[in-house]
């Protein structure tokens, strides 16, 4: 399935009798470098300034950079022969990937290159928070010798929390148990089978985890729903004088719940290597705190962590000037003109459709993704809506960010089986989506299709239930019981929030039985309002399908 979905990139041009020009914009290894030379004429332009690199940036066919080089849509216009930006790092924020892509330029990244340095760092600083290190060094090269005041603990048998198991919580979860620690995780994004093989032990809530564990280390990407999630409920929920570690993303952790829970006791340490705002020199636990420990960002500051990122990317971007196959491509992959005219319109119905199943299916762990093509788009090449599935299911529940490449890949490594069916007759409809999830021995299907000239998309079907609804960017699935009164009731409480309701549509077995409501919203809805529906109305899931496109 991943080479599959990997993109067949641009070849050379055939016409061109020299060798193809890449540029080398910022430090990279000399492995990287060398790979290059090997195959083109490379110039190093470290030392460029904005102007000159504006003024020769069309010269070259491939570029590449790491985070000072800013590859703006002005950039890339300028850029005429540029058919590759290989970025040596994770992140491809400083590249105008929209722009590149309507240029058909290929962007690729190296999103595997520090998944090691993360890891070793999260177990340095489990191991100095555990061994008071860096106050031990301090005292002593102070000229004291004060033994008593560092007394640690030891990890053996003692438990770790993972929240947060992809790939490198799953690289921690490995070394902590070479320490013959209790590894517990909790990531409902992961098979039962992948936590078997690792040996680690899948609780059952996030709550779980809090209480039974003596360490807690975060690996969640950041997102509205991960932001702050360890704040002042989760501290009282955990054991007390737990340690926390923060080697992700700055904003995962409530800094002032942090410090009020370590100025009580609750927090018995903590380790920080990232921060909501950086470069940062002052902050409220960088004095005072002798059992806080900080770093400045240095998950991934390792030199082979620079030379693999260097590596990797002068191979995609060999990759794209050669023919081969570009692994790690964070836009679109190429597909024939023909079938995107038919099955372009239906990207976006397949990414919703898959974050919605996902949503609905949430709470247990998910062992397989099934993708159904019905009717006439069965007749095409139908994996890149399959990717397209994938990466609606896994956006926003992973460390790194999905895309229609790499999607496969991250499912994979979370255990989770891919399957795709095509069948050429859909009844009722001309063409027909329909996304499975399976997850704790149970099934969420969804299913959706394009209406009108412009195939907008619409969901159809939800758990065997027909219903038709515009997939707009707040979706709400909830069943109820179906009584007198319900849809008035759900209308008053979004009413008293002053949340719009744009569209919305019921449907049931048999009367008096259970009912599913489907409805969009014009903006989130309150965690009042949440509560309230939840508590009063029906079981509710309140679902953001405006970033499930997003790639």
């Known amino acids: 399935m991943g080479a599959e979905a990997a993109i067949a990139s641009q070849s050379a041009r055939a016409s061109a009798p020299e060798r193809l020009r ?11 470098v060398e790979l290059l030379r090997a195959h083109f004429d490379v110039e190093i332009g470290v030392d460029w300034s904005e102007e000159e690199l504006a003024e ?8 590449v950079i790491r985070s000072a080089t800013k590859m703006t849509s002005e950039l890339i216009e300028r850029a005429s022969a540029l058919r590759v930006i290989g970025r040596a790092g994770v992140g491809v924020d400083n590249v105008d990937v929209d722009a590149a892509t309507k240029r058909g330029i290929v962007v690729a990244n190296a999103p595997q290159s520090n998944v090691v340095t993360a890891a070793e760092h999260t177990m340095a600083l489990l191991l100095a928070l555990a061994r008071n290190i860096p106050q031990a060094h301090a005292s002593l090269t102070s000229g004291k010798w004060e033994r008593s005041n560092f007394s640690g603990v030891e990890l053996y048998e003692k438990t770790l929390g993972v929240l947060g198991f992809g790939r490198i919580g ?7 148990r070479a320490f013959e620690m209790r590894v517990l995780a909790f990531d409902p994004f992961v098979s039962a089978e992948r936590y078997r093989e690792l040996g680690v032990e899948k609780v059952a809530s996030v709550d779980a985890l809090y209480e039974l564990s003596d360490f807690i280390t975060v690996h969640l990407p950041k997102t509205p729903e991960t932001e702050g999630v360890l704040g002042a409920d989760a501290f009282a929920k955990m054991r007390d004088g737990v340690r926390i570690l923060n080697v992700a993303r ?5 800094e002032a719940a942090l410090k009020d829970a370590l100025d009580s006791g609750k927090v018995g340490g903590a380790a920080l290597d990232v921060f909501p705002s950086e470069p940062i020199t002052e902050h409220p636990l960088f004095e005072g705190y002798a059992n806080v420990i900080v770093t400045p960002h240095l998950g991934a500051s390792t030199a082979e962590a620079t030379d693999r990122a260097g590596y990797q990317s002068a191979e995609q971007v060999v990759a794209a000037l ?4 570009v692994s790690t491509a964070v836009n679109i992959p190429s597909i024939g003109a023909e079938d995107m005219e038919v099955l372009g319109p239906f990207l976006p119905l397949a990414t919703q459709l898959g974050h919605l199943a996902m949503a609905l299916a949430e709470g247990s762990s998910v062992e397989r993704i099934e993708a159904a093509f019905l009717g006439r788009i069965a007749d095409f090449d139908t994996r890149l809506l399959t990717l397209a599935v994938i990466r609606g299911a896994l956006q926003g529940r992973t460390e790194e ?7 496969p890949t991250m499912a994979e490594e979370r255990g989770i089986i891919v399957e795709e069916k095509s069948v050429s ?6 063409e027909l989506i329909r996304v499975s999830v399976v997850s704790g021995g149970e099934r969420v299907a969804v299913a959706g299709t394009g209406i009108g000239p412009s195939r907008v998309p619409h969901l159809v079907e939800v758990q065997g239930r027909r219903l038709t609804i515009e997939l707009e960017p707040f979706v709400t699935v909830f069943r109820y019981a179906d009584v007198p009164g319900m849809i008035g009731r759900v209308g008053t409480l979004f009413g008293e929030a002053g949340v719009n309701i744009a569209n919305m549509t019921v449907s049931r077995t048999r009367r008096g039985g259970k009912a599913l409501m489907a409805l969009s919203i014009d903006q ?6 949440v509560e309230r529906l939840s508590r009063e109305v029906a079981d509710a899931r309140f679902i953001s399908l405006g970033s499930a496109t997003e790639s």
């Open 524 to 529: 989130p809805a309150p965690p009042e309002v």
């Open 322 to 325: 050669t023919g081969g196959v």
């Open 56 to 63: 020769r940036i069309g010269e070259f066919h491939g570029i």
């Open 425 to 430: 007759e859909a009844q009722d409809f001309h």
């Open 22 to 32: 890449v540029l080398v914009k910022e430090k990279i290894g000399d492995s990287g």
């Open 401 to 407: 960010q999905v895309n229609l490449v790499n999607a």
């Open 250 to 254: 700055g904003g995962l952790i409530d």
């Open 170 to 176: 799953q690289l921690v979860a490995h070394r902590a």
